[in-house]
């Protein structure tokens, strides 16, 4: 199993990223995904989760309404949208699967003027 991230950057507050998670050694249709964030403030934090055929989405509350996550299974890749980024976005996001026993290296994502 490996998964990748991509799309991680540093911007200003109120913009978007779009993080992108490729993943590879598994039937990847068939499992749900999550992203999973970690701050130096926070520790380890949930983000969000997709089933395996993208229908059903769930959100961590604080990312309700500004993160979108999706999945394009031709490609095998998660994504996942962010959007109104705050300062307090600012963390290493990790792609897992969504038993959480395979990760990514992660992305850093930076919010800051």
């Known amino acids: 199993v490996q998964l990748v991230e991509s799309g991680g950057g540093l911007v200003q507050p109120g913009s978007s990223l779009r993080l992108s998670c490729a993943a590879s050694?598994?039937?990847?249709?068939?499992?749900?995904m999550a992203w999973v964030r970690h701050s130096p403030g926070k520790g380890l934090e949930w983000v969000s989760n997709?089933?395996?055929?993208?229908?059903?989405?769930f959100y961590a509350g604080s990312m309700k309404g500004r993160f979108t996550i999706s999945r394009d299974n031709a490609k095998n890749t998660v994504y996942l949208q962010m959007n109104s980024l705050k300062p307090e976005d600012t963390a290493l996001y990790y792609c897992?699967?969504?038993?959480?026993?395979?990760w990514g290296q992660g992305t850093l994502v930076t919010v800051s003027s």
């Open positions: 897992a699967n969504a038993d959480l026993d395979h």
């Open positions: 997709i089933n395996g055929d993208g229908r059903y989405t």
């Open positions: 050694g598994f039937t990847f249709d068939a499992f749900g």
